[in-house]
């Protein structure tokens, strides 16, 4: 019985490991040859040539004669071949790049590198941040009052802030706290952040107890009680690479930034899984619908005979911002209208 025990679980590993090692599929219609175009990302470029987007690390091969060869720029040409082993690779050939030249100035590159997703879906949410923890808010500096007896303030239009103690520190961020993020079916006191909703950029034009403030641009109107914060002059790599997670998850989503109860492509959602699941930029997961809970009615013997039915796959996410407990994703493909609360794990046999 041991030794049977034993062969069932030597051959379970051994499956396991070929389904690791498994290469990624090509598409059946892939090209040779492409020529990236402006507009391109490095999603769309490898859905071009793979099943799993996701898997390009595993098949992009960094020629270490081209310069930053993880950046790909248009007019660059990927081109597919095969190695001894019959795996796929695919390979950059440097495209005529567009120059600036100036007297006496070294030629410099004016095209830029394509990004990994869509700029246009996520760049609003990739300089500030978009999750605070209580400890935070509460430290941090707030609009006392807005000048000129306004009840609200927008852009040009002043404000008197408490808090703010370093005078070098010129330009803030307004946010207004906004809900918390709950782990659902968690306890109530459970959270995992609360939602920093973003107001707009200010100077400070006087320092003091309360600091002057001018607010230079908006997005929503100010008021008494926002929190007035730092600006953060950190950029984000727009250029990080997809892949999937070194470890299982098992998490859901748990709040859609548009607020709209079905989800769809280039749409984003907040996750309840964030550095602490060792989750970071890039990393990829799959969404699964869950299944009804249903009544079994074709049963005669059994009243109130209940079943639940499969989760089933609807979509891909790629994180673009993580926090502690929570992170931000897009929708790169639904197959399946999704839902908040819906389940996000490893892609399937990844």
Known sequence: ???????????????SAML??????????????????????????????????WRWPDVWHANPQVKNP????????????????????????????????SPGVRASRIDRAIPTIPLDAIRQFLSRPLVLTQKEIDEAAYVV?????HVVAGAGDRLYARGIKDNKQTKFSIFQPGKPYRNPGAEKDDILGIEAIYVGEATAQAFGDPTTLLLTSTQREARSGDRVMPYDENEIDEHFMPHTPDSKIDG???????????????????????????????????????GDTISDLVTEDIR?????????????????????????ALVMEATRAMHLHDAVRNPPNQ
């Open 20 to 53: 690791v090692a498994a290469p990624p599929v090509l598409n059946s219609s892939h090209p040779d040859t492409y020529v990236v175009e402006k507009g391109d990302t490095l999603w769309d470029i490898s859905a071009r040539f793979l099943q799993s987007p």
């Open 145 to 149: 009052a807005t000048a000129d007896e």
């Open 252 to 290: 859901a989503i748990i709040a859609v930034v548009d607020g709209v109860s079905q989800i769809g492509q280039h749409q984003i959602v907040v996750l309840n899984k964030g550095t602490q699941d060792k989750i970071d930029v890039g990393t990829v997961l799959s969404v699964f619908r869950r």
């Open 304 to 328: 109130d005979d209940k079943v639940t039915l499969p989760d089933e796959i609807a979509g891909t996410v790629m994180v673009f911002r993580v926090f502690e407990r929570v992170s931000f």
């Open 70 to 101: 993880h950046l790909i720029y248009p007019g660059d040409i990927i081109s597919l071949t095969y190695d001894a082993n019959g795996k796929p690779v695919l390979s950059v050939k440097r495209g005529r790049p567009n120059v600036k030249l």
């Open 1 to 15: 019985m041991l030794a049977r025990k034993f062969f069932t679980f030597t051959l379970l590993c051994l499956a």
